[in-house]
């Protein structure tokens, strides 16, 4: 037998290469990929559609949709170009979603991998404190902090992550737990590496891919949050935000139903993307919890 | 289960809520002394203004002078008494209101879990057993789109639909106040009240139930137990509830309590939009107002009523599970 008809294995294709294969095979989640990349190019094409003030009159007040190709979403109640702000909505959208997001699991990292590591009296101290954030109904939490710190967009994002941040820190303890006496962590522990770094460089890279699947579900809550503070009048008044547009347009609903509509179609597809995403980030990088 | 068991169980789970409810205490504290201005600015306000000396003497009235660890104590002393203060929008007790609007939160509450649990466990449930079919995969979009939709954009498409174009349902409020129904007239017209609110709330919770059902369903049915109950010639609907939904439920029945605070939460937006005169109303109208005692008092209250909550479902839970010893 000659080396040349040895059958070897195929080289493995590059984890991410693999990764973005399982990923594809589902069409919900491509789905879910296409309706993010539009919000993303919403967002970045927001100043060519609308370059100084997308809050600023464009056109006769309440101007109904393709009538006027200057306003072709139409206009709200104070002439204001829908389309515009449906544009620097999607900006503001995703600026709280990213930055809550990450605050959010920051937080719960720090939290969740201390408790769990340590355990003893600090996971009783740490955990109790989570379940204090857990039993307080997030969104009145949400207003009280809204209204004691004010309703500028980076007190608002720092609220979301307040907020949101119980369910990654539970997650991390619960996988530091698991691997805190794993062998790998024995080893490196007798080789002398610190507390530091058996946490951030052993463990926490093992710990971190349910949480970084769980961010696609804080990332769709954080803009359900601050779409919600925003229809309630609690918003930034500075920024176009979808919520703000669905809670003006609640004044001609009788009449000009589409000024509520389109932005409530807007965050629908943005939050659908997000699980879309999710569950199919989820699936391919646990491939073997999906069944058949 | 023996009685004296339960009720072992259920101190020792009480006891554990006890560091919670004193941390959510000193929370509650702290975010009012975050808050601009105290009592005194507010009582001055009120009187259009004071001169410094009659303030200073105000202020050693109601204890303000003091360390803030007596104040703490001071406030945590009243609070466990549900003593929340004075709520100078309403020139009323705190307490007083707070009752007032805990009927019609606890009676959206109850509604909205209800229907979003029993529909959410049933469709989950049909989803599984005809899993990856036409049926499922209905069920499974439905439940996507449930759970992008924001409960106010929902509430606003439901407005549209059944009182403006339809008629059929009123926009707001709790009752006909003009119309003096007695008796089933008076029930029948708050349910007819109580159909878009209670919708508005649960679906996007009716959405985690059946997501949650349908994987938790899929997975105990592949236990070897299964197996064994049809091998011993037990009939698929047999099966279905003698031996799968009993613990398929366990998971839900957790993120039923869990989520109730949650729900609360939702209950602002929905009780805003339908002028409901409950307790998520009245935090929106306390921010507006810049009534923190009251603000803080909703607080509290909902955080007792989601430890109460949490409680009953770990009875639910060592119910459904025998293995949870109730020790």
């Not at chain 1, 879910?32 to 809050?55: C, N, Q, R, Y």
């Not at chain 2, 003091?66 to 609070?79: C, D, E, F, I, N």
Request: charged share 15%; glycine share 8%.
């Amino acid at each position: 037998m000659t080396a040349a008809t040895t059958d070897l294995p195929r080289a493995e294709a590059a984890p991410a290469v693999a990764l973005w294969r399982r990923f594809a095979r589902n069409r919900a989640a491509l789905l879910g990929l296409v309706l993010f990349g539009a919000v993303l190019v919403m967002a970045a094409t927001a100043g060519l559609i609308e370059p100084t003030d997308p809050l600023r009159r464009a056109g006769d007040p309440l101007t109904k949709p393709f009538t006027d190709w200057a306003v072709p979403l139409g206009t709200d109640q104070l002439g204001r170009d829908i389309l515009a702000q449906l544009f620097h909505g999607a900006r503001i959208s995703l600026l709280v979603g990213v930055l809550a997001t990450l605050l959010s699991i920051a937080i719960g990292v720090v939290v969740g991998a201390l408790a769990g590591f340590f355990g003893g009296w600090v996971d009783d101290v740490l955990m109790r404190v989570t379940e204090a954030f857990q039993t307080i109904p997030n969104f009145v939490l949400l207003l009280a902090l809204v209204a004691i710190l004010g309703s500028s967009i980076e007190y608002i994002t720092l609220a979301i992550a307040i907020v949101s941040w119980t369910a990654p820190a539970r997650m991390v303890r619960a996988e530091f737990l698991s691997l805190r006496s794993r062998e790998f962590v024995d080893a490196a522990r007798n080789l002398g590496v610190s507390n530091g770094a058996l946490i951030f460089r052993e463990i926490l890279p093992n710990a971190l891919p349910p949480v970084i699947v769980y961010a696609s579900v804080i990332m769709a809550l954080s803009i359900l949050l601050e779409s919600a503070l925003a229809f309630l009048g609690l918003g930034d008044p500075n920024h176009a935000s979808w919520g703000n547009m669905i809670g003006q347009g609640r004044a001609v609903l009788r009449t000009d139903w589409y000024c509520a509509v389109i932005p409530g179609i807007a965050i629908v597809l943005t939050v659908l993307s997000f699980s879309l995403l999710g569950e199919g980030l989820n699936d391919a990088l646990n491939p073997r919890q999906k069944k058949q | 289960m023996q009685l004296t068991q339960v009720l072992t169980y259920a101190l020792r789970r009480l006891l554990q809520a006890v560091p919670v409810v004193i941390l959510i205490m000193v929370g509650t504290f702290l975010l009012l002394k975050l808050a601009p201005g105290d009592t005194v600015d507010a009582l001055v306000g009120d009187m259009g203004g004071a001169d410094a000396a009659y303030i200073a003497r105000l202020r050693a009235e109601y204890g303000l002078d003091q360390p803030v660890w007596v104040q703490l104590g001071r406030y945590m002393a009243k609070l466990i008494q549900f003593d929340f203060g004075w709520s100078f929008v309403y020139e009323q007790p705190v307490a007083a209101i707070l009752w007032e609007r805990l009927g019609t939160t606890l009676m959206l509450m109850g509604t909205s879990l209800s229907l979003a649990f029993s529909i959410g466990v049933g469709l989950g449930a049909i989803a599984a057993r005809r899993a990856y079919s036409l049926t499922d995969n209905a069920i499974s979009t439905l439940g996507l789109i449930f759970y992008a939709t924001p409960s106010f954009f929902l509430s606003l498409m439901m407005i549209l639909l059944f009182s403006v174009k339809l008629g059929w349902l009123p926009v707001s409020g709790l009752s006909d106040v003009a119309a003096f129904y007695t008796g089933w007239d008076h029930v029948i017209d708050v349910v007819l009240h109580l159909i878009m609110p209670t919708a508005a709330l649960s679906l996007i919770y009716l959405s985690f139930y059946l997501r949650l059902m349908r994987a938790s369903v899929l997975e105990v049915a592949d236990l070897d137990f299964v197996r064994t109950a049809r091998a011993k010639g037990a009939g698929e609907t047999r099966l279905m509830i003698h031996h799968i939904m009993r613990n398929a439920l366990l998971p839900v029945v957790t993120l039923l309590g869990l989520q109730f605070s949650t729900v609360l939460g939702g209950s602002v937006v929905v009780e805003t939009i339908f002028a409901l005169p409950g307790l998520g109303q009245l935090a929106y109208q306390s921010v507006i107002q810049r009534d923190m005692n009251m603000l803080m008092g909703i607080i509290f209250l909902c955080a007792i009523i989601v430890v109460i909550v949490n409680f009953l479902t770990d009875l639910l839970y060592a119910r459904l599970d025998s293995r949870i010893a109730l020790k």
